[in-house]
Each structure stands twice: as C-alpha cells, then as structure tokens.
C-alpha cells in the first residue's frame, strides 16, 4: 500500500516539476510580450490614455510573480510539503483569475481603441506648429505610418490654411530646396491615420488578452496537480498517525 501511494505520488510530482518548467518559461513569454506592447504603445503615448499602458504593465507583473510562485510548487513537490503545495495550488488560482480579467479587458478596451484614438487624435492636431513636442509627433506618426490626417489629409486644411505638413508626403531624394507637399503630389500619403493606428493598437491588445487567457487556461492543470499532489500527502499524513 505504502509503495503504490510512493509510485502515484512521484507520478504526480514529476508532472508538477513538469508544469513549475513550463511555468518559467510561459512566465518569461508574459514578461516578453509585456514588454514588447509597452514599448510599442510608448511610441504613440501622447494619443493614448493610461489604461493602455497598464495591462501590459500588468502581464509584466504577473510573469515575475509567477516565477517567485514557482519556488513554493518546486519546493513542496521535492519536500512533499502539503503547505507549500497548497500554497502554491492556491496562488495559480489567483493568478488564473487575475489572467482571465486581464485578458477581458484587454478585449474590451480594443473596441474602444477607435474612439479613443478619435478623441486624442482630434485634440492634437489642434496644437500643431503651436507645440513644439506634438507637431513632432504627428510628424513622425505621419512619416512612419504613411499616413496623413485623422480620416483623410484634407483634415490639415482648416487648421493649416489649406496646405499639408510635408511629414504627410514621402521625401523624395535629390529634391532638397524644391520639395512641396500638396494633393497634387504623387508622393502624398492617403491613409487615414485614424484607421492605421487604430489597427496597430488593437492587434497589439488582443495579443495581450490572447496571451492572458491562453497562459491561464494552461495553469488549470498546474491547479489540479497539485491540488492532487497536496490531497494525498495530507492522506498519508492521516494514514500514519
């Protein structure tokens, strides 16, 4: 009885060493992708509010709480410490929570993505040539998206006198000193760079919710492994005293 209860217990720990593995390394994926987003979203900040740069802010947190978590579900298992192990069952299972949130949120929060950008992107555009820092930055929006306006570069005309910043047209080599940039110009960018940035942010968004939900569905397992692992320790426990 004793070596069948030793046999299924070193099944069941194997496996949980297996997934406290598979943990660190989805762990570092979170922290990867949370970081990658967060620089992404810093590029475009001043169209963005805060609430975008916390989800990702947060997947970075989780992925370095769940190393720490780690140690206590590799520690029970070696030890076969029915404390360590339930601690460990019981941190996955508010991770699993605080993964599922995030990952509706960030579902959320990308339907909104467009009237966000709207509202922002409107509010700045008022400011051009009248702020140093936002006429910087929609130039290099403008550069790097191939994209000139919010909906259409005709946006420019009644907060510009009906001319065009020349970040909506694409510099063309040779032509320094003689370059203009108008409709008539070949070069002139025509996307919206409404619909350009909203694609960008919303892409990168539900990456964060997808990688949320699919790291959180993975640590169910975890849960039930240990909490396996945990029940038939206290059982032999029970069985010797």
Request: aromatic fraction near 12%; charge should be neutral; hydrophobic fraction near 45%.
């Amino acid at each position: 009885m004793v070596k069948m209860w030793r046999k299924s217990s070193t099944v069941y720990k194997y496996f949980l060493f297996l997934f406290n593995l598979l943990f660190i390394i989805s762990s570092l994926i979170l922290m990867s992708v949370g970081l990658i987003i967060r620089g992404q979203y810093k590029k475009y900040q001043d169209f963005l509010d805060e609430h975008f740069f916390s989800l990702p802010f947060m997947l970075i947190c989780i992925g370095v709480i769940m190393i720490v978590i780690t140690f206590f579900g590799c520690c029970g298992a070696l030890q076969e410490n029915y404390c360590m192990i339930s601690m460990f069952a019981i941190l996955l299972g508010i991770l699993f929570v605080s993964e599922m949130t995030l990952g509706f949120t960030a579902y959320t929060l990308s339907e909104k993505t467009h009237n966000i950008l709207r509202i922002n992107l409107n509010d700045t555009m008022q400011l051009y040539n009248k702020s140093y820092e936002i006429t910087k930055v929609w130039d290099g929006l403008q550069t790097n998206l191939h994209c000139c306006g919010m909906d259409t570069y005709r946006d420019w005309y009644p907060i510009l006198n009906s001319s065009l910043p020349m970040s909506c047209c694409e510099t063309q080599p040779g032509a320094v000193g003689h370059e203009i940039c108008n409709e008539t110009v070949f070069t002139l960018y025509r996307s919206s760079c409404l619909t350009t940035l909203s694609s960008i942010i919303k892409e990168n968004a539900t990456t964060l919710g997808i990688t949320g939900i699919a790291i959180a569905m993975a640590q169910i397992l975890g849960v039930c492994f240990s909490c396996a692992l945990a029940k038939r320790i206290r059982n032999n426990y029970e069985n010797f005293e």
